[in-house]
T-cell receptor, first 113, second 110 residues
Framework: NAGVTQTPKFQVLKTGQSMTLQCAQD?????MYWYRQDPGMGLRLIYY???????DKGEVPNGYNVSRLNKREFSLRLESAAPSQTSVYFC????????????FGEGSRLTVL | GDSVTQMEGPVTLSEEAFLTINCTYT??????LFWYVQYPGEGLQLLLK?????DKGSNKGFEATYRKETTSFHLEKGSVQVSDSAVYFC?????????FGSGTKLNVKP
């Protein structure tokens, strides 16, 4: 089972460049999430999608946009990358139940120079 | 808003030592409570969970009890192994959102 697949795993950008992180899950989950992980700060929620066709802001949405393309895919776009967006990004998905478990991808390490 | 506080790390223990990682939370209503673990170079994975007051979650020798009166969910293990070296995250879940603690790094020495 593939679970949650993120691409790319590593990316280096220059300030001002744009890029899209792709995420796909094959578990038929309704909810999908994008987090960033920074040293000493745990995981912070960027955006989430409770179901296909809906997206909502999390704690740190500034500088990002998302698209829930279909039930399987949830992409994260940086329109004009900044050094402050250097981080490890994790996509996750969850079943529809309120006591559901999050399933994480392996992460995407982004460096903005 | 909801939030969670974890004890700061790193925590360094010898193999077979007793482990406690403290976690307290603030939340509206009655969240479900989770502990996630992140091994080096990997994403997070569920370690254990508890969905209501006084429930005890357990897995791989780890345990945590949902204490509503103290809003706590402390993680314990009686005898740690080198393979338990990882970062541990406490995470209340409420209204379709997870609130992650800052993580506690555990180093277990042989």
């Amino acid at each position: 089972n593939a679970g949650v697949t993120q691409t790319p795993k590593f990316q280096v950008l220059k300030t001002g460049q744009s890029m899209t992180l792709q995420c796909a899950q094959d578990m038929n989950h309704n909810s999908m999430y994008w987090y960033r992980q920074d040293p000493g700060m745990g995981l912070r929620l960027i955006y989430y999608s409770a179901s296909e066709g809906t997206t909502d802001k999390g704690e740190v949405p500034n500088g990002y946009n998302v698209s829930r393309l279909n039930k399987r895919e949830f992409s994260l776009r940086l329109e004009s990358a900044a050094p402050s967006q250097t981080s490890v990004y994790f996509c996750a998905s969850m079943t529809v139940t309120n006591t559901g478990e999050l399933f994480f991808g392996e992460g995407s390490r982004l460096t903005v120079l | 808003g909801d939030s969670v506080t974890q004890m700061e790390g790193p925590v360094t223990l010898s193999e077979e030592a007793f482990l406690t990682i403290n976690c307290t939370y603030t939340a509206t209503g009655y969240p479900s409570l989770f502990w996630y673990v992140q091994y080096p170079g990997e994403g997070l994975q569920l370690l254990l969970k508890a969905t209501k007051a006084d429930d005890k979650g357990s897995n791989k020798g780890f345990e945590a009890t949902y204490r509503k009166e103290t809003t706590s969910f402390h993680l314990e293990k009686g005898s740690v192994q080198v393979s338990d070296s990882a970062v541990y995250f406490c995470a209340p879940h409420n209204f379709n959102k997870f609130y992650f603690g800052s993580g506690t790094k555990l180093n277990v020495k042989p």
